[in-house]
């Protein structure tokens, strides 16, 4: 009995074409998100490995609050190159923007204060509270544009780099807002 795969004919069937089109297609899509997420991919890799140089020896605690430090400081440094620019993306899927357009521009200083604050590891608690409540609004007005098919720029990176508005966006701000939730958890 002949299965329609057995290629022991010698004739390849459809199904293993329709197997590389799906391969190559896969592909293609991974390389496009890689190469949109770049600049991201780059800041998350030094946002790991700059902490392993300065914690020595290593301490799980100071490693995350180091993570969420350098990522907001990043993060902040890209948006400050043309404000006005990111407060303009931001409003167009951000909550509390949207209503007072004031808080775009804080928003960056805010992120620069919360980085600073968990390199130099002060007032933790206070911090990861913040942390928390920020990123828990921002991830909700990020979901909240996915969700309705907006096709728009995250600005989270300013408008330096180019970064589509996706569930990375909603993992960076939930992801955040985890740490914070876990330090605030097991930490306090």
């Not at 995250?154 to 990375?168: E, Q």
Request: charged share 15%.
């Amino acid at each position: 009995m002949k299965h329609s795969h057995d290629h022991s004919n010698g004739k390849k069937d459809c199904c293993h074409e329709a197997d590389n089109i799906s391969q190559n297609i896969l592909l293609k899509k991974i390389l496009d998100t890689s190469k949109s997420y770049k600049p991201l991919i780059i800041i998350v890799t030094f946002c790991l490995l700059i902490p392993f140089f300065q914690i020595n020896p290593f301490d799980a605690q100071k490693f995350m609050y180091y993570i969420m430090g350098y990522f907001f400081i990043f993060l902040s440094l890209f948006k400050f190159f043309d404000l006005k620019g990111f407060v303009d993306g931001f409003e167009t899927y951000d909550l509390i923007t949207k209503r007072f357009k004031a808080y775009g521009y804080l928003y960056p200083f805010i992120e620069f204060g919360l980085g600073v604050a968990y390199l130099a590891q002060i007032n933790l608690f206070t911090v990861n509270w913040i942390t928390l409540i920020i990123m828990l609004v921002s991830g909700a007005g990020v979901l909240k544009s996915i969700l309705s098919g907006q096709k728009i720029k995250c600005a989270c990176l300013g408008t330096v780099l180019n970064v589509p508005l996706s569930t990375v966006s909603v993992l960076e701000n939930f992801g955040m807002s985890a740490m914070a939730a876990y330090k605030l958890i097991f930490f306090f």
